[in-house]
């Protein structure tokens, strides 16, 4: 089973796009919904993904996993030692979730008579994050944040968390 991840996805290549490094979150976001345990060669694997990414492109913005959208910053690396003799530098790949942005935030919070609170709840909601782990990050109780979700709701039309969501998406502001 697939486990979603928030963390980003990082890898490492020469500039040839031969895979140096990476992490297990890398493999996460560009294998969904394949399992990790079902790919017996990540290296491999990650190897050839990256290399049909950037087929007939110099550059990656953003992806798509699933439904997820992911931007792909580069950023020039020189690699030294290992045999690497190249004086072309090296790319570090950075895959991060593509978040709602703080403007568009402000925009529906203004749209829908939304709290700081409750749009503080709204923003971590975007980030995945249950209501337990919303009240660690807030610094108030799980139930406050069922509160606040619930609040949000009312004043959305929608019935549940996906609802806000959706709701979101669909609103032109």
């Given at each position: 089973?697939?486990?979603?991840?928030?963390?980003?996805?990082?890898?490492?290549?020469?500039?040839?796009?031969?895979?140096?490094?990476?992490?297990?979150?890398?493999?996460?976001?560009?294998?969904?919904?394949?399992?990790?345990?079902?790919?017996?060669?990540?290296?491999?694997?990650?190897?050839?993904?990256?290399?049909?990414?950037?087929?007939?492109?110099?550059?990656?913005?953003?992806?798509?996993?699933?439904?997820?959208?992911?931007?792909?910053?580069?950023?020039?690396?020189?690699?030294?030692?290992?045999?690497?003799?190249?004086?072309?530098?090296?790319?570090?790949?950075?895959?991060?979730?593509?978040?709602?942005?703080?403007?568009?935030?402000?925009?529906?919070?203004?749209?829908?008579?939304?709290?700081?609170?409750?749009?503080?709840?709204?923003?971590?909601?975007?980030?995945?994050?249950?209501?337990?782990?919303?009240?660690?990050?807030?610094?108030i109780s799980h139930h406050t944040v069922n509160?606040?979700?619930?609040?949000?709701?009312?004043?959305?039309?929608?019935?549940?968390?996906?609802?806000?969501?959706?709701?979101?998406?669909?609103?032109?502001?």
């Amino acid at each position: 089973m697939f486990v979603a991840t928030a963390q980003p996805g990082l890898i490492v290549t020469d500039a040839a796009l031969k895979l140096h490094a990476f992490n297990t979150d890398a493999i996460q976001i560009l294998s969904f919904p394949q399992s990790l345990q079902k790919i017996p060669d990540p290296h491999a694997w990650l190897s050839e993904r990256v290399s049909r990414l950037f087929e007939r492109r110099t550059s990656v913005s953003q992806l798509q996993s699933g439904q997820r959208t992911y931007l792909c910053k580069s950023f020039p690396v020189k690699l030294d030692g290992a045999g690497h003799k190249s004086d072309r530098p090296g790319l570090v790949l950075l895959l991060e979730r593509k978040s709602i942005s703080m403007l568009s935030i402000d925009r529906i919070a203004e749209h829908f008579a939304l709290t700081d609170r409750e749009c503080e709840t709204v923003r971590l909601l975007f980030e995945g994050l249950s209501s337990k782990e919303i009240a660690a990050r807030m610094k108030i109780s799980h139930h406050t944040v069922n509160a606040f979700v619930r609040l949000v709701m009312v004043k959305m039309g929608v019935s549940s968390r996906s609802g806000i969501v959706g709701k979101i998406a669909r609103t032109e502001i």
